[in-house]
């Protein structure tokens, strides 16, 4: 296991053909379209105007209804020669789960990948998926041959976005070197069987960012009929400022990131990342 400690991160480096963590991407491009991807409306157009020079959005998505609805978009950045997946959250989940974590996590799915995750999880992504992210991900990818994969997420959309990048790769859609998975405030996804596959589809380019108490990473509970997060915790133990450094453990689980506080409970510090409200981001056409 190994643990860096940085400072600031400002561009997309390459270590062992893998994506390394880069604070600004996560700050200025993916934390801005998981928060877009929170709503199905024009703020969608707003964000991707406020975050990109050249990028056009690919689709809109919506799964599920009254308070079971989930929301995702598919961007193309062409500067960044990167098509993006981003899955919005969903405050419903983060009242309940808290509550009673068993009412979405008490049942399992076998993953094509490796390993059960929740079903739930997996139950309402596929919804989403089949909505019309295969079609508009497979479409794009041959239009814009060569770029990278870039999924995102935020709240359980970190979770929708985990499924994905491992899904994508498991059925061979795209190489692990072209896929960078960046969440924020995940929760656990599924088993340590699901980890482990997770772990070797994504190589290094897998990046659950934690926010200090943020009580959502740890939900439902290690202990929980085995629930256990995949790779690389970047946690921010901190306000998330420009500049402000951050813990990488390159581990499943550590204790040299957030799970060594001794408690979590800010649900201010999940709905806030980067120094922004992420669903009033988006909300807000990704202007602060």
Known sequence: MKVIISFL?????????????????????????????????????????????????????????????????????????????????????????????????????????????????????????????????????????????????????????SITSAYVLKLGFYTSSQVSLYTFGQPRVGDNAFATAHDQLLGGSSYRVTHRQDPIPHVPKETDDGYYHHENEIFYNNDMTVGDGYAECDADESSSCSDGNLVDLSLDDHRHYFNVEVAQFGAAGCQS
């Not at 928060?35 to 990109?52: G, L, P, R, W």
């Not at 062409?78 to 996590?105: C, H, Q, R």
Request: proline fraction near 1%; glycine fraction near 10%.
């Open 9 to 161: 991160s400002l561009f997309l480096v390459f270590e062992n053909g893998y994506c390394a963590y880069s604070d600004n991407i996560a700050r200025t491009k993916l934390l801005p379209m998981a928060a877009a991807a929170y709503y199905n409306n024009k703020s969608i157009d707003a964000c991707v105007t406020n975050s990109f020079k050249s990028a056009k959005i690919l689709g809109k998505y919506k799964s599920g209804f009254l308070f079971n609805t989930h929301t995702a978009i598919s961007v193309v950045s062409n500067d960044d020669k990167a098509i993006i997946v981003a899955f919005g959250g969903d405050s419903t989940f983060t009242d309940v789960v808290l509550v009673d974590p068993k009412e979405y996590y008490g049942n399992k799915t076998t993953f094509i990948g490796g390993g059960q995750v929740s079903s739930y999880i997996y139950n309402n992504w596929k919804s989403l998926w089949d909505a019309g992210i295969q079609d508009d991900l497979l479409s794009a990818k041959n239009t814009y041959a060569g770029y990278q994969l870039w999924v995102t997420g935020h709240n359980i959309g970190g979770a929708f976005a």
